[in-house]
């Protein structure tokens, strides 16, 4: 499970490879976007945070899954083919805040 608070996102338990169907709970006050991406090969978690479009580079991660426009209170489902890597799990909140960003990794 995925538990999305206003500051980050949560996981209870460890991960393995393969796909997997996450629950995903918005604890948080406000309407959150949820992203995961695995960090490429040759790459850092801290790259792949780091990274903008802008930069006029590859991106260091790829996008494996995620949900939009999560209201506060809500659960929702998703499957994410999860691949032996480190991953990023990014919340957005509404309104152009700053998102947070969750390292974490999946085991083989």
Same mark, same amino acid.
């Given at each position: 499970m995925a538990r999305i608070? !206003?500051? *980050?996102?949560?996981?209870? *338990? /460890? $991960?393995?490879?393969g796909p997997r169907v996450l629950r995903? &709970? +918005? /604890? #948080?006050? @406000? @309407?959150? &976007?949820? +992203?995961?991406?695995?960090v490429l090969p040759g790459h850092t978690a801290a790259e792949a945070i780091a990274w903008r479009r802008r $930069? #006029?580079? %590859? /991106? %260091? !991660?790829?996008? @494996? *899954? *995620?949900l939009a426009d999560m209201a506060p209170g809500l659960t929702l489902f998703t499957t994410i083919v999860? &691949?032996? /890597? &480190?991953?990023?799990a990014t919340t957005l909140p509404g309104a152009g805040k700053p998102g947070a960003r969750t390292v974490f990794r999946i085991g083989p």
């Amino acid at each position: 499970m995925a538990r999305i608070t !206003d500051s *980050g996102v949560e996981f209870s *338990g /460890a $991960m393995r490879a393969g796909p997997r169907v996450l629950r995903v &709970e +918005n /604890a #948080g006050t @406000v @309407v959150h &976007e949820f +992203n995961v991406s695995r960090v490429l090969p040759g790459h850092t978690a801290a790259e792949a945070i780091a990274w903008r479009r802008r $930069m #006029g580079t %590859p /991106a %260091p !991660d790829t996008l @494996v *899954g *995620g949900l939009a426009d999560m209201a506060p209170g809500l659960t929702l489902f998703t499957t994410i083919v999860f &691949e032996a /890597a &480190e991953h990023v799990a990014t919340t957005l909140p509404g309104a152009g805040k700053p998102g947070a960003r969750t390292v974490f990794r999946i085991g083989p």
